[in-house]
Structures are given as structure tokens and as C-alpha cells.
């Protein structure tokens, strides 16, 4: 049955090929570059800094992910899907979105004078932005990084699930009123964040190992993490807000894209989606991590760790 399946156009299908098709899709959601899930992801992953808080980030996020999915499914099958799949619906989220994750990325850094952004610099770079020795305000009290609360993630991954790419639009129009019935139009919704899920605990375990075995102390490996998620997540909802702006001011501009000829979904156009990852993921959230790991090692006596 697995070689049988359409996952680019999965029409005419019922029953059981329903689900897998769904599952799989969610899987394959999950490893490509979307910009719904891996910014978030990564951000908390890292911030958990250690596999176990990393695989409990990536359970919380995906199964509120899960939720929406199988709740916009349901209304999908009850016949709202044109209201889920207009073109500007996405940069609408990406205004949520990103407003949720600057919050976020606040909370973390627990900055109590000034919302202040910290750019992914060198240390010795910093008083030129900043004016305290780590790039905070000068005569601002920075009570350093806190571990984020379990409801972020979960908000987050119920407002992300919200974004409606190729994927979605699967769901939403094709498998879900395949199902023929209220009664389990949340199926397909809820399979795809299944298969989104088995994926993204994964990678936050991964990440969260990744973050701990640097040869550090358990306080530097814990800062370290902690400012990575937090830039991440305010630059990182900075640049959301900016795509949404952009999209909503300019949609015909935004919503170009460059083929690549790949048959993947996520992967067959490269537009600012991708931007979004690489400059959340790839540009503020490694940039930090390197970083501040660099800034650690030095402050780690010779001869030690």
C-alpha cells in the first residue's frame, strides 16, 4: 500500500489509505524546511538544553500543532475550507506568529527595564549596539535568561498550525471530505500532526543533545541554549512580522518563488517561506549558538572541560 501512494496528488483515495496518506505527509512536513515549524522547533529544542527537555518541547509544540490540525480538519469537512485556503491568510500568520514568538523570545531573556534585541555579535562588539558589557542597555539589570514555560510552545504550535501551504491545502481540500462524514473529518487533521509530531520529537531531541555536549558546565551550557532561543525567537518574530507586513502590502511581489524541480512539497518552490527559515534558523539561530559558544569556551578556565 506504501508504494501506492500519491503523496503530490493524493485524489480518490478512502478508508485506511486516508490515514497513511496523512501520516506520511505530516512526516514529510516535518523534515522539509517549513517556516511554521522549524524556526519554533529549533528555538525551543535548543532552549531545553538537554534531549529530555528537548523531546518534551517538541511533544508540547507538536501536539497542540496536532489539535489545530484535527480541529481545522473537522471544519474543512464541514465544508470551510475556501475560508482556510484564501491567498493572504498566510501572512496573516505570519503576523501572529511572529508577534507570539518576539513574546517568547522576551519571556526568555527576561529583560525587565527595556525590551531590548540582542544581536547575534562577538562579545567585543556588543558595547558598540549596547552599552553593557553583553550588549544590554548600560545601567540596565539584566536578570539573565529563564527557562521557558510549557504553555509557549503549546501556544505557539496551535497559532502555527494556522499557516496553510501545500499541505494544508491537501487536508483540507482533498482528504478531509474524503472522509464523507462529520463524525471523522478530524482524521486526516489529526494523522497529519501525528506524522508532524513523530518527526519534530525527534529533532528536538536532537537538538537539545546537540546543545549539551559541548564540554561545558551546566550553567554555560544552560546560558548558551537560552540566549540561542531567545535571539532566535525575537529576531526570529521580527523577521515574521516583516514577511506578513510585506506579504499583505505586496502579495503579487511576496508570493513569487523560484522552481526547483523537485517533487516534494516545501521543496519544489523556493520563495519567502525559505527566506524565513534561513533567516530564523540558519542566520540569528546558529549565528547565536556559534556564538555564544565561542564567548563560553573562552570564559572556561584552561585545562577544565
Excluded at 501572512?91 to 531590548?116: C, D, E, F, T
Excluded at 499541505?167 to 494523522?191: K, M, N, R
Excluded at 529533532?203 to 543533545?209: L, M
Excluded at 565561542?294 to 578556565?301: K, T
Amino acid at each position: 500500500m506504501l508504494g501506492a501512494l500519491n503523496l503530490w496528488d493524493p485524489s480518490h483515495i478512502g478508508g485506511l489509505a486516508i490515514v497513511i496518506t496523512a501520516f506520511v505527509l505530516g512526516m514529510v512536513h516535518g523534515i522539509t524546511p517549513d517556516e511554521h515549524t522549524w524556526p519554533i522547533t529549533f528555538s525551543y529544542a535548543v532552549g531545553g538544553y538537554s534531549s529530555r527537555r528537548g523531546l518534551r518541547t517538541g511533544l508540547i509544540f507538536s501536539a497542540a500543532f496536532t489539535l489545530q490540525r484535527a480541529i481545522a480538519s473537522e471544519l474543512a469537512e464541514l465544508g470551510l475550507a475556501r475560508v482556510f485556503t484564501f491567498g493572504e491568510v498566510d501572512y496573516v500568520v505570519y503576523l501572529v506568529v511572529g508577534a507570539a514568538m518576539v513574546v517568547g523570545g522576551v519571556a526568555i531573556l527576561r529583560r525587565r527595564h527595556a525590551l531590548h534585541f540582542e544581536l547575534p555579535l562577538p562579545a567585543r562588539l556588543r558595547h558598540v549596539v549596547g552599552g553593557g558589557h553583553d550588549g544590554s542597555p548600560a545601567g540596565s539589570e539584566d536578570a539573565g535568561p529563564s527557562d521557558p514555560r510549557p504553555w509557549m510552545p503549546a501556544v505557539h504550535g496551535f497559532i502555527a498550525g494556522w499557516g496553510f501551504g501545500a499541505f494544508a491545502i491537501i487536508i483540507y481540500t482533498v482528504l478531509a471530505p474524503a472522509e464523507h462524514s462529520v463524525v471523522w473529518g478530524w482524521v486526516p487533521g489529526a494523522c497529519f500532526g501525528l506524522g508532524t509530531m513523530a518527526v519534530q520529537v525527534v529533532a528536538g531531541g536532537v537538538f537539545g543533545v546537540l546543545a549539551r555536549r559541548r564540554g561545558l558546565g551546566e550553567d554555560d551550557i544552560r546560558r548558551v541554549a537560552l540566549r540561542t532561543a531567545g535571539n532566535t525567537l525575537q529576531w526570529g518574530g521580527v523577521a515574521f512580522v516583516a514577511g506578513g507586513v510585506f506579504g499583505l502590502a505586496f502579495p503579487g511581489i511576496a508570493g513569487r518563488s523560484l522552481a526547483t524541480g523537485l517533487h516534494v512539497h516545501n521543496l519544489d518552490h523556493l520563495g519567502i517561506a525559505l527566506v524565513l527559515v534561513m533567516v530564523s534558523v540558519v542566520g540569528v539561530g546558529l549565528g547565536t549558538l556559534v556564538v555564544e559558544l565561542r564567548s563560553a569556551r573562552r570564559r572556561v578556565p584552561s585545562g577544565t572541560g
